[in-house]
């Protein structure tokens, strides 16, 4: 393997996801698998080549001479299908972490099934697990007439059907592998397996089941697509969105990760990486919204349930952000790894889970209104706890926080006010409702107050927009989400959006917050926010274009990462991000609801 930084690593923007509901694989152009944690998403990495290029290992399946690519997914799947043509041959490879008859597989099964179209295409491949960022040694054991890979608790096998092996190959060093070759002609057909358990027997399945269980994930996949409503401009990109979102909801729970990975930088100077395989109160409130409005019941409840559940047990106070089983949670861990393209730190935990953030009462109440405004009734303990929260809101609002951006320096940041207000207005409504109990009458009041701290602080003539906080010029995207919300939809937010796209923007693209455009690159959630403002605003025919250009910037198969740099479109950050691709729906959806058809001119 090459030390780590004599060769460039793979662009971010080169990765694939394929998932199963339990965890997540980044598959590149090039056929490699650098990324899959096992069993669960927010496990250690037995592959692991995207952060540790040396030792991380991955699963490797291309042509042996020079070949170009094509790949998709299959229509209205999370399974990748991709093209390999050289001056030989040509071969698909369908790509997918299966299910079984009853749903989701007890053991993690990763399926590569490789088809020769015409001629004749010489391929290789390679299973080599990594040392999950350096707490394991890979080795190998017989058993039987299989070769079973080791890596701490982590059981993996390769079954095969047609690609002249697995042999084993184990190099006395700190990774071991299992490899092979062979050769598609027009109509061959083979299959490579890994299966993969953790501290639990290992079931070596049948080949002949695996390709009934790619058909039958292929099926799996379009039928939840079919429950999937969204007739409207951009559908491709929102259906696309839709199905990277799903991939990151954890079924054993209902939690919804924010990212699949960790540690993907910000910027080439490293130092902002972190791990994003947690649950954010704000994303899944953002999920809650959009799945609400596709008519995807069961994905609501499950999210809802989690949410309201972990809650009750963390509580009384109401945290940032969650482990994926709903647990609060303990801080960093730093690995000893380079980190993607030589760039660290590699990291496990968030630094997030002790802030205040007032926004975050905001997004619960949010998520609560969504699910009874769509007709579901709350439980009384809910209830009653939302009114409790609500009465915290009123005595919160007026303390500094760490913002939306998880900040250390404590601010009156206007965007955490505006939350609280959409907090106490949702709690209001609620119990107009009859859905909770408490005070109605005190949260009106309070939620006046807070709408007149922000005209009063929140606004700087000065700036001519909203600012990040009071005494301040520097601006802040994500008081841009208020005017979906309802806070403003009027000249203020109008004027803001213009400040922002002037000394933020980079054409349709946005930095984060005032200065970030020499600490990192342009945020996707924060264009697509600007997008879905324009609409609120009434300014139309600038969404339209808006939109037109974002959605164009994802990668080839549709995936967005966390970031994408002002110069050369390249990928930065996490993925695929679940905030980036809520942006993309919630844009879609506001404009479809706001513009009218002339003006979306039969998009």
């Known amino acids: 393997m090459p030390t780590p930084g004599t060769t460039p690593a793979t662009p971010l923007r080169d990765y694939a996801p394929i998932g199963d509901g339990r ?25 692991a080549r995207l952060l540790d290029a040396e030792n991380g290992g991955s699963i490797e ?11 998709r997914y299959i229509p209205r799947t999370n399974v990748l299908e991709t093209t390999v043509t050289t001056d030989s041959g040509r071969a698909r490879i369908t790509d997918a972490l299966v299910t079984g008859v009853a749903g989701r ?48 608790n982590t059981s993996l096998a390769v079954v095969g059907d047609g690609i ?24 061959s057909r083979h299959l490579l397996v890994l299966v993969a358990t953790d501290g639990e027997p290992l079931h070596l399945p049948d080949p002949a089941n695996v390709h009934r269980s790619i058909d039958r994930t292929i099926e799996g996949w379009r039928t939840w697509s079919r429950e999937f409503s969204y007739e409207g401009p951009w559908q491709a990109a929102v259906q696309r969105s839709a199905l990277a979102l799903k991939l990151l909801v954890y079924a054993p729970t209902g939690a919804i990760a924010a990212a699949a990975t960790t540690s993907l930088p910000e910027n080439p100077r490293g130092g902002k990486n972190w791990d994003y395989r947690f649950a954010w109160v704000r994303d899944l409130a953002y999920t809650a919204h959009a799945l609400v409005r596709f008519g995807l019941r069961e994905e609501t409840h499950a999210a809802i349930s989690w949410l309201l559940r972990t809650i009750k047990q963390n509580g009384p106070e ?3 952000l969650y482990t994926l089983d709903g647990d609060v949670t303990e801080g960093v861990q730093e690995s000893d790894v380079d980190g993607w393209d030589g760039i660290g730190p590699v990291v496990s935990g968030n630094p997030a889970h002790g802030q205040l953030q007032l926004g975050v009462y905001g997004d619960l109440f949010s998520i609560c209104r969504t699910y009874v405004d769509a007709g579901n009734v709350l439980d009384v303990a809910t209830g009653r706890m939302l009114a409790a929260m609500a009465d915290r809101t009123c005595d919160l609002w007026r303390n500094r926080d760490s913002g939306m951006w998880e900040l250390p320096e404590l601010q009156h940041y206007t965007s955490s006010k505006m939350g609280c207000w959409q907090a106490l207005r949702d709690a209001v409504l609620l119990a107009e409702a009859g859905a909770i109990p408490g005070s109605a009458a005190r949260w009106s009041a309070e939620r006046d107050r807070i709408a007149e701290w922000v005209a009063q602080y929140g606004w700087s003539d000065r700036a001519q927009s909203y600012v990040m906080y009071p005494g301040t010029t520097d601006l802040d995207t994500s008081v841009l989400l208020h005017a979906e919300s309802g806070f403003d939809r009027g000249e203020r937010m109008s004027a803001t959006i213009d400040a922002l796209t002037e000394r933020l923007g980079a054409g349709h693209l946005l930095y984060r917050y005032t200065g970030m455009d020499q600490e990192e690159h342009t945020f996707v959630s924060s264009a697509f926010w600007r997008a879905g403002a324009l609409a609120c605003v009434g300014r139309h025919d600038e969404a339209v274009a808006a939109m037109d250009d974002l959605v164009g910037r994802a990668n080839d198969v549709g995936v967005f990462s966390e970031m994408i740099a002002e110069s050369d479109g390249a990928f930065w950050g996490n993925l695929p991000q679940a905030l980036s691709h809520l942006a993309v729906v919630s844009a879609a959806l506001t ?6 058809a002339e003006a979306l001119g039969g998009r």
């Open 23 to 47: 965890t997540v694989a980044l598959i590149a152009r090039d056929g490699g698998i650098d990324w899959l944690p096992v069993p669960n998403l927010d496990s250690p990495p037995v592959f």
């Open 61 to 71: 399946l291309a042509p042996v001479d020079a070949y170009t690519v094509r790949r």
């Open 105 to 152: 597989l007890p053991w993690a099964e990763l399926a590569r099934r490789i088809e020769g179209i015409s001629g004749q295409v010489a391929f290789t491949w390679r299973v080599r697990p990594g040392t999950r960022l350096q707490t394991a040694s890979p080795w190998i054991e017989t058993v039987g007439e299989s070769c079973i890979l080791r890596v701490g």
């Open 164 to 187: 002249g092996g697995p042999h084993a190959d184990a190099d006395g060093g700190t990774t071991a592998s299992v490899h092979g070759d062979f050769e598609t002609e027009e109509g």
């Open 318 to 320: 109401l945290h940032v």
């Open 591 to 596: 404009i479809r609801e706001l513009v009218p």
